[in-house]
């Protein structure tokens, strides 16, 4: 056809999702101690009675400029689409 595709999306998180993330980050951070302390005793029933997002599991990797969940590199810290946009 003629017309031509849109140039562009972009690739920018909602800033939900990233509030979202932060709070899980502080979260983990809160519960740190009192996880490493359970584990070792091994009481996994008082580690289940703990607030889900206080695992580090479910932490995602984002983009620190866009937020972008997907293709992330560790090294930078940035997704793909950043890295090769610097």
């Known amino acids: 056809p003629n017309w031509e595709y849109p140039l562009k999306r972009t690739s920018m998180a909602k800033e939900s999702m990233k509030a979202r993330e932060r709070k899980r980050a502080k979260m983990v951070e809160k519960y740190a101690e009192k996880r ?34 997907r293709g992330y590199m560790r090294t930078f810290g940035l997704s793909r689409v950043m890295f090769r946009e610097m």
């Open 36 to 69: 490493k302390a359970l584990k070792e005793a091994g009481d996994y029933e008082a580690l289940q009675k703990l607030p889900k997002n206080a695992s580090p599991v479910r932490m995602r990797n984002r983009c620190k400029l866009t937020g972008r969940p």
